[in-house]
């Protein structure tokens, strides 16, 4: 969907990480072929195996992500109204971080919880997280240790290429917007349900993914409700009304990347016992019930015996 183009999206809720270069230390099986099985263990993921498991002992060092002279950081600086959003996909990233932010500080209150706003670090090439080293090779991610979303300004183009999505902005925004739906759960204490078990088709860990993608379509639902300051002064709503192709090119991304979709890609056939995602039609499901409701109650993919 489409901002307003007189929404003013300054502000430095997303920074840059260090561009180019190999991080040293991440082997990665070479080619495409590794590329794609590393982004099934991480895409849109929390990175859960990083976490410490002394939870007094997570004092790492490694969050510190020092913005760097880059392309990004001007790129990102140049960002500055809805119109600009509707231009580039940096720019789009960092309006739906702010639109997200300010959807949720406004929505967890109503239900006696304080929402924190989280920083995106959009980065080209590699940098580091307190989760590990982030790359185009392991995908967009949450990292509950540093409290940020870590997207690498390539992936939306891996996402149509390789994964076979479509390239519309709402396929962009409800990834950003499922990060998100990450923090939301790591702010209401949830992520611990994957981290207990996080493999198969009725999963700890593929429940709560499915819960991101359902808090992804419940923002979808109020986003043009929400409201920025308008360049113009006064307020306006972040993103212009929700067209059937934008709800389409959503439920194109969320299928893409379905545990079942991937994996009949990459090795011809179907393993629902290794899933951590869901699959391509339960992600378009759970999407969905969070775009229709609008209400974070029906987000509860914890109590269902089946959410496949
Ligand atoms: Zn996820």
Redesign the pocket.
């Known amino acids: 969907m489409s901002f307003n183009d007189d929404v003013n999206i300054g502000g430095s809720q997303v920074g840059s990480g260090g561009g180019g270069g190999a991080p040293g230390g991440m082997v990665v099986g070479g080619g495409i072929g590794g590329i794609i099985l590393l982004v099934i263990a991480l895409?849109?993921?929390?990175n859960p195996s990083d976490l410490p498991t002394n939870p007094g002992g997570g004092g790492s060092d490694q969050g510190q992500v020092q913005p760097g002279g880059t392309e990004q950081d001007s790129e990102l600086a140049n960002c500055k109204t809805g119109a600009d959003a509707n231009k580039s996909d940096a720019c789009r990233v960092k309006a739906t971080v702010l639109a997200v932010n300010t959807f949720w500080s406004q929505e967890l209150p109503k239900y006696k919880r304080e929402y924190t706003p989280a920083k995106t670090i959009l980065y080209n090439g590699s940098t580091q997280s307190a989760c590990g080293t982030a790359s185009n090779q392991v995908g967009p991610?949450?990292c509950p240790l540093d409290k940020q979303v870590y997207i690498d300004a390539s992936f939306f183009q891996i996402l149509t290429d390789q994964f076979g999505s479509s390239s519309g902005p709402l396929a962009q925004e409800y990834v950003v917007a499922?990060?998100y739906?990450?923090h939301v759960q790591d702010l209401l204490g949830l992520l611990d349900e994957a981290q207990k078990d996080p493999k198969g088709e009725q999963s700890g860990g593929v429940r709560?993914?499915l819960m991101?993608?359902c808090l992804a379509g419940v923002w979808a639902n109020h986003a043009t409700e929400t409201k920025g300051e308008s360049t113009k002064g006064g307020e306006v709503a972040f993103l212009k009304p929700l067209t059937d192709q934008d709800i389409k090119d959503a439920l194109s991304a969320a299928s893409s990347v379905g545990d079942d979709r991937i994996q009949e890609k990459t090795q011809g056939r179907v393993s629902p016992e290794s899933w951590t995602?869901g699959s391509a039609a339960a992600r378009q499901k759970w999407f969905t019930t969070g775009y229709k409701t609008g209400d974070l109650n029906q987000c509860d993919t914890l109590s269902p015996d089946t959410v496949e």
């Open positions: 895409i849109f993921g929390i991610f949450y499922h990060e739906g990450h709560i993914e991101a993608d995602h």
